[in-house]
C-alpha cells in the first residue's frame, strides 16, 4: 500500500506561482510511477504531469498540453516527496490537484496519462488563482 498526501495549495492571483507537495509512504518513491491530475469544477479529472522510468536508469516526465513550460514535476528521494512547481498560473489552472502513483516503475507512454494507469490515490490539494 501506498499513502499519499498533498500539499501546497491555495490561492494565487494570476501569474504567481505554487508548489504542491506529495509526501508518499508505504513504498520509496524511485521505485514506483508518479503523476498529477486535477479536476476543475463541473469537469472531470484531468492529467497534468508524471514521472516514469523510461529504460534502464532514464526517467522520463510527460505533461499536459495546458499546463506545458509552466508546471514542473520534480521529485526528492530522501524526502520521499513529489512536487509540482506552477509557475504563471491562470484562472483555468483553478482545480483541486491530485497525486498519483502506480505499482511500476515504469509506465508505457500510451498509459501514463490515464487515470486508470495509477493504484494510489490522495485527497487532494485545492488551487484557486483569481484574475
Known amino acids: 500500500q501506498v499513502q499519499l498526501v498533498e500539499s501546497g495549495g491555495g490561492l494565487v492571483q494570476a501569474g504567481g506561482s505554487l508548489r504542491l507537495s506529495c509526501a508518499a509512504s508505504?513504498?520509496?518513491?524511485?521505485?514506483?510511477?508518479m503523476g498529477w491530475f486535477r479536476q476543475a469544477p463541473g469537469k472531470e479529472r484531468e492529467f497534468v504531469a508524471a514521472?516514469?522510468?523510461?529504460?534502464?536508469?532514464?526517467?522520463?516526465?510527460y505533461y499536459s498540453d495546458y499546463v506545458k513550460g509552466r508546471f514542473t514535476i520534480s521529485r526528492d528521494n530522501v524526502k520521499n516527496t513529489v512536487y509540482l512547481q506552477m509557475n504563471n498560473l491562470k484562472p483555468e489552472d483553478t482545480a483541486i490537484y491530485y497525486c498519483?502513483?502506480?505499482?511500476?516503475?515504469?509506465?508505457?507512454?500510451?498509459?501514463?496519462?490515464?487515470?486508470?494507469?495509477?493504484?494510489?490515490w490522495g485527497q487532494g490539494t485545492r488551487v484557486t488563482v483569481s484574475s
Open positions: 498519483a502513483a502506480a505499482k511500476e516503475l515504469s509506465l508505457p507512454v500510451v498509459v501514463v496519462t490515464t487515470e486508470g494507469a495509477y493504484d494510489y
Open positions: 508505504g513504498r520509496t518513491i524511485s521505485s514506483i510511477s
Open positions: 514521472r516514469t522510468r523510461s529504460g534502464g536508469s532514464l526517467t522520463s516526465t
